[in-house]
């Protein structure tokens, strides 16, 4: 490791060293062009809003080589995409069934985290028995930025913003046509050898006049991803990965008309899939002959919106409405002797139609600056799963449902306001927000009466920045969250009083909460960047299955109910540097750490398993003048997560990944103005790790610790044309 941050530290000092004066002073770095619109729904530089937000464009999607969500965050302080290996069964255990299962944002994650294409979001994620369906629904091929903000987001975007919002902006034609172009696009073509992808993307664009329009297209056909295990054949003790086949394809298309310089209509279909076989060679025993799984992920949208921008006091005005359905299929057939062969078909779908519509007005009290933003959303969505095969359990009937069929519908209004006077600006937000779940009489659930729920929250936010100079400023941000409880949670069916279990709604679960406090500072001179933040996020009423009563016999069953049970508390620091030089040079830093707790009502403290440890990020490389070629390496280091910090989470002792540190080298050459070629090595050095997050549970005593490691050493390329 030292010797990594010793070669950072040697491009960071010789970047600096080299002259800086010939940097032409119209040519920003890209820090400095940034602007996120997430952190306050209002079109702002990064330097200048009062949180901690992370943009990451198409470009440098493009440049890292990056398939999935799970590269996408790669060098992301204190942000990470948990994935295990697919060692899954027919009936029990759903270790990597979900994929990419969604992101951790500061230690939390699962639904708690929001995520939104276009401003519509994603399906939320569901466990239940051997059912795990991942909240991956996005294909980064195209996707023109991300944005990542860390700390509640409810005071802007309602529900599921407890921890963080995951902001994915899709491209319009004008991305690709600029301002005189007739017709452009983007042809490419990549692989990686991790998971053998072969992956190729077609986008083209063309202009009619006022009238726009653009065709994108993805296709990903790919295998098992690889790992550092040894052990191959069949049953519990391998630890080579299970095969898999599968391909997906991801489809958008989007007309924009602009009649005028002021208005700006726009319609958009978008569809995704994704198809995986699956043949769990680590679930073959003596009495089980067979074990395949094929699982589908679909997701489709069709949306409409109206931008208006106006002059003076009326800034912008916009309105939306959309319809998507996603939905996870999850089948399984399992061949067994002497036993019946069983089957086995889950699934979840999410079908949700809404709208939202804002208005942004600009004006002036004496030396005060106001820019202010206020609106609404409503969505209503309905939620179901199944759960049906041959052979169901003894005492339970096929079909049945986890919970029954549910209209969930989420309202709210909101006011934000950017205040600036002189050198300090202030963020000030509130949120009203209500939801109804409204659970429908179901055939396949005649014995269970489910609950119907409603609440309201409001959720306020201040944010203040401190300007000292164009260099340097301060920031602190207070916010809070909430999330509203799940269908499927309120209202979860299971039962089989043969042996002596079952499950009761609660009318009366409340909504999780958290409270955000954060700080940092900010230093931008010239070629050299800082930013260094600290938080403290206090988390009420966190929802958790319990036994409630009951003694697990047939005469008194054991009663399983969704409660509000714990506090969490996470508090941590995180910092990222940056120098570049006009000669090309640059480096970069990034760390991250963070410390969580779990609060039960006696007070007594446990930590939060899902907190990640201690992560840098540490590199430099060399970008051409002009930008004709360039070349990236990257040292990512994660510290061992601690003993003392698994308590409560395995049965005996936790395994605890080793700390590791792992070298990636990339480079592009641009050969024409449109063509260019990159090419990644990752993991150089070989080297054998696993991500905590993607071990965690699993026993120090097991004997298939390999089968959770990372691929070693392994390579992509890409070519892509631009025209």
């Known amino acids: 490791m030292r010797r990594y941050i010793g070669v950072g530290i040697s491009l960071w000092a010789l970047a600096a060293a080299l002259p800086a004066q010939a940097q032409d002073q119209d040519k920003k770095s890209e820090q400095d062009s940034t602007i996120t619109v997430t952190a306050t729904r209002i079109p702002t530089d990064v330097k200048g809003v009062p949180a901690t937000v992370s943009v990451i464009d198409d470009k440098k999607i493009a440049d890292q080589l990056v398939t999935d969500i799970k590269d996408l965050v790669r060098y992301e302080p204190g942000i990470s995409v948990p994935r295990g290996p697919t060692r899954f069964g027919a009936a029990l255990g759903v270790t990597g069934r979900a994929g990419n299962e969604g992101f951790i944002v500061r230690g939390i994650g699962g639904n708690r985290v929001l995520i939104q294409v276009d401003g519509v979001r ?39 913003g407890l921890a963080g919002a995951i902001s994915f902006t899709t491209s319009d034609p004008a991305d690709f046509l600029g301002t005189d172009k007739k017709i452009g ?83 958009t279909g978008e569809y995704q899939d994704s198809k995986v076989f699956t043949n769990v060679l680590t679930g073959l025993s003596t009495s089980v002959d067979l074990l395949q799984a094929r699982d589908t992920t679909k997701r489709g949208r069709i949306a409409g919106d109206w931008f208006w921008k106006g002059e003076g006091l009326f800034d912008h005005a916009r309105i939306s409405a959309y319809w998507q359905d996603g939905e996870n299929r999850q089948f399984t057939d399992e061949d067994r002797t002497p036993a019946a062969d069983r089957e086995r078909l889950n699934t979840f779908e999410n ?278 070629f360039g070349a990236d390496v990257t040292a990512t280091h994660s510290a061992q997560k601690e003993l003392s910090a698994t308590t409560g989470v395995c049965s005996g002792t936790c395994f605890t990944p080793g700390a590791f540190t792992v070298l990636d080298a990339t480079a592009f050459v641009r050969v024409t103005d449109g063509l260019t070629l990159r090419a990644g090595v990752f993991n150089l050095f070989d080297t054998k790790y696993a991500w905590w997050n993607d071990v965690r549970g699993l026993p120090d005593s097991s004997t298939v610790k390999d089968a959770y490691t990372q691929p070693g050493r392994n390579g992509s390329v890409s070519i892509s044309y631009r025209f």
């Open 351 to 628: 079908s949700v139609f809404g709208g939202s519509a804002e208005v942004g007005i600009r004006f002036d009290t004496g030396a005060v600056q106001h820019r202010v933003l206020f609106g609404g959303d409503i969505s209503k969505t309905h939620q179901e799963g199944l759960r049906d095969g041959v052979v169901p359990p003894a005492g339970e009937t096929f079909p049945t449902r986890a919970f029954p069929e549910t209209n969930y519908t989420l309202a709210g209004a909101f006011i934000a306001d950017e205040i600036t006077l002189g050198p300090v600006t202030l963020f000030p937000a509130l949120r009203f927000d209500a939801y109804d779940l409204s659970p429908e009489k179901d055939p396949l659930l005649t014995s269970f009466a489910g609950a119907a729920q409603s609440d309201s929250r409001v959720s306020p936010k201040l944010g203040a920045l401190l300007k000292l100079s164009d260099e340097i400023r301060f920031f602190a941000n207070y916010a809070q969250g909430f999330k509203a409880p799940e269908p499927s949670q309120v209202n979860q069916f299971f039962s089989n009083l043969a042996f002596g279990y079952t499950s009761r709604p609660n009318p009366n679960l409340r909504p999780e909460t958290s409270e955000s406090f954060e700080g940092g500072f900010r230093l931008n001179s010239g070629p050299v960047g800082l930013n260094v933040t600290g938080f403290i996020s206090n988390y009420d009423d966190f929802i958790s299955q319990e036994v409630t009563s009951g003694g697990f016999t047939p005469a008194n069953p054991a009663i399983y109910q969704f409660i509000n049970l714990d506090k969490v508390k996470v508090k941590g620091a995180e910092a990222t540097f940056s120098v570049t030089s006009a000669n090309g040079l640059f480096g970069k830093m990034a760390i991250s750490y963070a410390k969580g707790d779990v609060i039960d009502a006696t007070g007594a403290r446990s930590p939060l398993s899902t907190v990640d440890p201690l992560k840098l990020v540490i590199g430099g490389g060399y970008r051409a003048p002009g930008g004709r």
């Open 122 to 160: 994603v399906p939320d994620g569901f466990t239940f028995g051997a059912q795990s369906s991942g909240r991956d629904y996005v294909d980064v091929g195209l996707v023109k930025s991300v944005e990542i903000l860390r700390g509640p987001a409810s005071a802007l975007y309602g529900s599921d």
């Open 185 to 267: 696009g983007l042809v490419r073509a990549g692989y990686s050898s991790a998971d053998n992808e072969f992956a190729e993307t077609g986008i083209v664009a063309g202009r009619f006049g006022d009238l726009s329009a653009m065709l994108s297209y993805t296709r990903r056909d790919f295998h098992e991803l690889d790992n550092k295990g040894t052990v191959g054949g069949s049953g519990a003790a391998r630890t080579e990965p299970n095969p898999q086949d599968g391909h997906s394809n991801a489809v958008l298309g989007r007309l924009v008309y602009e009649p005028d310089a002021s208005n700006r209509f726009r319609l």
